[in-house]
């Protein structure tokens, strides 16, 4: 039986403003990460380093996911399902 991270619990400890601050610098590593140089040369030496960017966005998923199952995500209205008129 699969499993999502909601499930799993995984930041249920933590409260919603720790769940904020963590998506926000996760989600400035990731503009760091996309916006740094991918290589570096100096005395006819060059690097390449690659921009492994899936982890980082794989946690802001999470994150964003937990936040909206708590009513507190990007939109900032409590997740409810649709109201039906009888």
Do not use: F, W
């Not at 290589?39 to 937990?66: D, F, M, P, T, W």
């Amino acid at each position: 039986m699969n499993c999502c991270h909601r499930c799993m619990g995984i930041y249920r400890h933590l409260t919603v403003l720790e769940l904020q601050a963590m998506r926000t610098r996760l989600m400035a590593s990731l503009q760091d990460r996309l916006a740094s140089p991918t290589s570096a040369a100096h005395n006819g030496r060059s690097v390449q380093y690659q921009q492994n960017v899936a982890e980082i966005r794989k946690e802001i998923a999470a994150l964003s996911e937990e936040l909206e199952a708590r009513g507190a995500g990007v939109s900032g209205g409590a997740v409810r399902g649709p109201i039906y008129i009888v």
